[in-house]
């Protein structure tokens, strides 16, 4: 054998390989309600099972494998919520994560056709078109419910980088508009921080009638206020200060994607700002935007990530100047920019 190899550790590439076990433990323990029912108080083994209709044995080996990931410990023979698990898992929970999670599932499922969708490049899922959503957020063959379950999966992953975001970027002026707002949870943080802006927040009618129960929660519907319709061909106010485009160019292809920042462009007047949130690899500290090439294949017919230098070339192609790049998250990073 070559002494390099030798010399190698396949523990990692055995991690990678396997990686889909943990991802499918923590699916099922949501699935069945298992964190949510150990946060009300620890249980045995045998009450575990009683209480999700489960035999011995199959519960045993759930309750091991969230054991093994870290999600759950037994003390003094009854099981427990990590603190991680009861934190991001049990529903009803400011910080829960189950709805991400259910989406992720559904990618998981996905993926058995994804060397298919690598041969023909196709999308697998026909939820994103060349020049946009086929179904206002829903896969092309789901109903509205196929929207609200995707735009509350993306309110779990983006109220995560809400207050990061706000934190590393500023709003120029008085009006901010945040062109493909999904859930709003940017609009809201932004508008949690500064209530003398008035913030106007756009997607399909589908996502922003999903958007507006997040904006009434947080009793914010005199500050964000909606624009529906397709951002391609949507009328824009013209009076906009600031512009926000979060995680909106990675459903795109190259010439869409450019032909979003070039309409953002025209619209800002001169001296305007442009706040753009996205995945750039080169600077994450995790592989998930990466991989999330993988996600946007499945999903989209031209997506995907575009990188830092690409993105650089367009932002100095249409003349943005003031450039100023900082980490936002493990996973993103911001760029502001004036016209």
């Known amino acids: 054998m070559n002494s390099t190899v030798e010399k190698l550790n396949p523990t990692e590439v055995h991690k990678l390989i396997t990686g889909f076990i943990s991802s499918k433990a923590i699916f099922t323990g949501i699935n069945f309600g298992l964190f949510t029912l150990l946060d009300k108080e620890p249980k045995s083994i045998e009450e575990i099972g009683k209480s999700l209709n489960l035999q011995p044995r199959p519960t045993r080996i759930l309750v ?9 410990h037994k003390n003094n023979g009854l099981i427990h919520n990590s603190s991680l698990a009861s934190a991001f898992l049990v529903e009803g929970k400011p910080g829960y994560m189950g709805n991400l999670a259910k989406h992720q599932e559904a990618h998981y499922n996905n993926f058995v056709k994804l060397e298919e969708a ?10 994103v078109k060349k020049d946009g959503y086929a179904n206002e957020g829903a896969g092309a063959n789901e109903d509205r419910q196929g929207t609200r379950t995707f735009i509350k999966a993306m309110h779990a992953s983006s109220v995560v980088q809400a207050k990061s975001l706000v934190a590393n ?32 927040a756009v997607d399909y009618g589908a996502t922003c009638e999903v958007a507006k129960e997040f904006v009434k929660d947080q009793n914010l519907e005199n500050q964000i206020t909606f624009i529906e319709g397709d951002i391609f061909n949507i009328s ?32 800002l007047p001169e001296g305007g700002k442009l706040i753009m949130h996205a995945h750039l690899p080169e600077r994450a500290e995790t592989t998930f935007p990466y991989l999330f090439n993988l996600i946007l294949l499945a999903n989209t017919a031209e997506g995907e990530v575009h990188g830092e230098q690409t993105i650089l070339d367009w932002i100095h192609e249409l003349g943005f100047k003031d450039i100023i790049l900082k980490k936002v998250s493990p996973i993103s990073s911001v760029i502001e920019m004036y016209k």
């Open 64 to 72: 091991q494998s969230c054991i093994g990931i870290g999600l759950l």
């Open 118 to 127: 690598l041969i023909n490049n196709t999308s697998i899922t026909g939820r």
């Open 169 to 200: 970027s500023s709003i120029k002026g008085n009006h901010l508009l945040d062109m493909g707002c999904g859930s709003a949870a940017y609009s809201i943080e932004y508008a949690k921080q500064n209530p003398h802006v008035k913030i106007t």
């Open 236 to 267: 824009l106010p013209e009076n906009i200060d600031t512009v926000l485009l979060s995680h909106v160019l990675d459903g795109y292809g190259r010439d869409k994607a450019f032909k979003i920042l070039k309409k953002i462009h025209t619209l």
